[in-house]
Each structure stands twice: as C-alpha cells, then as structure tokens.
C-alpha cells in the first residue's frame, strides 16, 4: 500500500527508518554494553578489595574487645565500601549472623542473597543486588572457620554516567531524525520532481509530441532512464517521421499507377487506336501492374517478419549460379537504361541460405543501383568466399551514397531524395532483414567513385567435386 503523499512522502519516511533504525542499533550496542562494563570493573575492583581484606581478616588477632569492628570500619575506608563480617549459622536452614559491620546503623544484611551463597557454596561470589530501590555491587569470601565477608557498594555512580550517555544518544538520535526528515524531505522533493518532469514526457510522448527533448542532468539511476526516454523519443520521432513519409510514398506510388492504368484502359477503349499504340498502351500497363505488385510483395515481407511467419530454407546455394540468374534478369533493363553489368565468378562461393530470398535480396541491391545511377555506369556483380563467408557483393562507379544518408539507407521506408529517388524506400531494409535472419549481413561501403553493398552469408563445405561441377 503506496503512502500518502506519493514517492516523496515514501523516500522521506524510509530515510528516517534508516536513520532512526541505525541510531536505535547503536543504543542498543552502546548503552548495555557500557552499563555492564563499568558496574563489572568496580565489581572487579571489589572483588581485589575483598580477596586482600579477608588475607588481612583471618591474619590479623581479632581477639581483644572491639578489634573486628575497629578491622571492617578500616577495611571499609580503604576499599571505599561497607564491609560485613558474617557468622555461618546451620548447616540446615542455613542463615547469618553479623559479627562485625561497618554500617551497623544502615540495616542488617544477614539476609544478603550474595552472602547467603557464598556460604552454601564456600566460594566466593560477585552480583548485583537492590536494596531499597538502590543498586548495589557486591563480593562475598568465606573465612574459615565458618564465617563469611562481605564488601557491598553503591554502583549509583556508574549508573548514572550510563544515563548521561542514554541522554544524550536520546538527544542525538533526535537530532539525527530531525535532519534526516529535512534532508529527506529536500532530497525527495527533488527526486519527486525529476520523476514527474519524467512522467510528463511519457505522457507527451504517449500522446505523439515528439518535439520536446527529455532532459535530466542527474548522474544516477534517473538519470539513465530519462537518457533512456529520449533514445525512445528520438527512435519514436524518427519512425513516426518515417511512417508519415511512407503514407505519402505509398499513396504517390499507388496513386501513379492507378492514374496511369486507369488512362490507359480509357484510351484503350477507343476502338480507333491502331494495334501498335495500343500494343505500346499494353506493354505500359504490364509496367504498372507490376510495378504495384512489387509495392504489394514489399509490404506483405515486411508484415510477415514483423510476425514472425516469414519462411527461411537452409540449403547450399552457389551464388555464382545465383549472380548469373541475376545478370540474366537484369540485362535488358540494364541496356534500356544505358548501364553495362559485369559478372565475376569465384567457383567456391558456396553459401547455406535460401535460393529465393538470396535471388530477391540480389535484386533489391542490383535494382537500387540501376535506379540511383546515371546512365553509362558500370555495375559489378560479384561472387567470392572469404574468411569462411561466401559473398555476393554489388558494386558501381557512380556517384555514390552521401554520407548523410548512408547511415540510414537500411531503414524502413527511408528514400534518398533526389533527381534519381524512386520507390517505396523498402527493398534494402528488407535485404538487410532477410540477410539476418539467414545468418548473413548486408553491409554498405562508400568510398569516392564507387559504392559496394556486401551480402555475407555462411559458406558451405564443398568438395573438389562440386568445384569441377560449378566451374
């Protein structure tokens, strides 16, 4: 459940969690261990204190009248306590009674629990007691023969500097949970606000308004998701830019042929049109007809790998064979254009692809060369196997790709405009498709006075055989 308030209120609460719980750690280590350290030492200090008075006890001549409650009000002001000698009474119940005590006024302890065990066990033995709401430390010897002394202190002192210390970790906790409610809240409120400059942006972006970049100077996280909102921006923008350019391509090129086949089929109509005009009329028709039919065949490709349905064979394919097939095709639109087509043949240019769509994506490279060069330019068709890569590789002496447009020739629907653009700007990106999905790249390189596009596919193993067969 989100807290009220958003992420900022959820970034502020959290940090004095951290804060609060990091402090409420540190008082829990400190404050015990301190409290038990210090009342330990002056037990400690005790315990010497009684070890050395209960030697000095048993060697010292108790026997004349006073002489061991003179013993414990000495031992008391050295040891800087109240010292009880004590009288084993029993064995069964076992009890006490004060033989000498240097506080006889404060109260008998012949009931002291420290006391009490020393003398069952004959041991000594250390605690702390509360008598009348007060703390105590207290070490207990036996003497022998059955008696028991007593060293009892107040330990009020070392309590109280641990309740110095609990103060002020209270006092700095708090003040620690106040600044980290002002850093939290500071810090959240500008967090809140990078998110919602970047929820904006995917709204506007989400509404189509591509215009405004996603800015945000941050070094983190944030920061990387909004450099990651205006790389979908950009892509966004540029395929909205590309879709729109691609309705008015599309409609000019079916609007062309249709106008034209339309025209046609009317002055067709005229019964007195002489068989060679309306020859001529027919063979134009068969151009737009299937000049339509190539836009259609493009789209359908394109919407087939988008879904994943478009079909790829495995099998060798000799792209010298493949490179023939092409200069065959294309020949006679070459000569009606002026341009010359030359064929190069490397024998082993054995490639694992499928035969149709190496054939479609030759056309695609040829055709766009015919289309974007000026007449008289030599086109090359080349077969090769390189590094273990059988090639098809197309290239001319024309004027060449700019290099502007170079770096986008393979995106859909993209065109270069100028005197010699035609098309819908679709066979190279789908060359470039199909060439990977067999495994293959196409690639483009320009150099001043020739432009080679590059079909790399795997090779295939041959054999001396198939070498004699393909030359």
């Known amino acids: 459940m989100s807290l009220p308030g958003g992420i900022r209120t959820t970034l502020a609460v959290a940090l004095l969690l951290i804060v609060g719980g990091a402090l409420g750690g540190a008082y829990l280590m400190v404050v015990p261990s301190l409290e038990r350290r ?55 119940p076992l009890s006490l009674s004060t033989l000498a005590d240097s506080a006889a006024g404060a109260g008998a302890l ?23 709401g007060r703390p105590f430390g207290e070490v207990a010897v036996p003497l022998f023969p059955g008696n028991v002394l007593l060293l009892s202190s107040s330990i ?40 919602r ?35 979908m921006r950009v892509q966004l923008s540029q395929l909205d830019t590309a879709r729109k350019e691609f309705v008015a391509n599309a409609s000019h ?22 068989e060679e005009t309306r ?45 023939r097939v092409l200069v065959d095709e294309l020949t006679p639109l070459a000569e009606s254009t002026g341009h010359q087509l030359v064929l190069e043949v490397d024998p082993a240019a054995w490639a694992v692809a499928d035969e149709e769509r190496v054939l479609q994506i030759g056309r695609a490279l040829v055709g766009n060369a015919l289309t974007h060069t000026q007449s008289g330019t030599e086109i090359e068709i ?24 170079a770096e986008r020739i393979f995106d859909r629907f993209y065109r270069v405009e100028g005197p010699q653009a035609s098309g819908s700007g679709l066979g190279l990106a789908i060359a470039r498709e199909l060439a990977e999905r067999m495994s293959g790249t196409v690639e483009l390189v320009c150099t001043p006075g020739r432009t080679t596009f590059t079909l790399s596919l795997p090779a295939a193993p041959i054999t001396t055989g198939e070498l004699a067969v393909s030359t």
């Open 38 to 92: 210090l009342v330990d030492e002056r037990i400690d200090e005790l315990e010497r204190d009684a070890r050395s008075t209960a030697y000095a006890y048993l060697a010292s001549d108790l026997s004349r009248p006073l002489a061991a409650d003179r013993f414990v009000d000495d031992a008391s002001l050295l040891a800087n306590a109240r010292v009880v000698v004590f009288q084993v009474l029993g064995p069964e």
């Open 110 to 132: 012949t009931k002291d629990p420290i006391a009490l065990e020393a003398a069952r066990t004959t041991r000594v033995q250390r605690g702390r007691v509360a008598r009348q």
């Open 156 to 195: 009020e002192d070392q309590l109280a500097t641990v309740r110095v210390v609990k103060r002020r970790l209270l006092y700095a906790t708090g003040v620690g949970l106040a600044i980290a409610a002002i850093l939290g809240s500071l810090a959240a409120t500008l967090h809140a606000r990078r998110i």
């Open 197 to 231: 400059r970047l929820e904006r942006a995917a709204n506007r972006i989400a509404k189509g308004k591509f215009d405004e970049p996603v800015v945000d100077d941050g070094d983190d996280e944030l920061g990387e998701l909004a450099a990651a909102f205006e790389r």
């Open 253 to 274: 090129e079916l609007r062309t042929p249709l106008f034209s086949l339309a025209g046609f089929l009317e002055l067709m109509a005229d019964e007195d049109l002489d």
């Open 279 to 323: 020859a001529g009329f027919l063979a134009t028709t068969r151009e737009q007809v299937e000049r339509l039919t190539q836009l259609a065949s493009d789209l359908l490709d394109l919407s087939r790998m988008d879904a994943g349905r478009l079909h790829i064979e495995r099998e060798e394919v000799v792209l010298g064979d493949t490179a």
């Open 382 to 405: 080349r077969a090769t196997r390189v590094d273990g890569r059988a090639e098809l590789i197309v290239s001319d002496d024309g004027p060449g790709i700019p290099s502007e447009h």
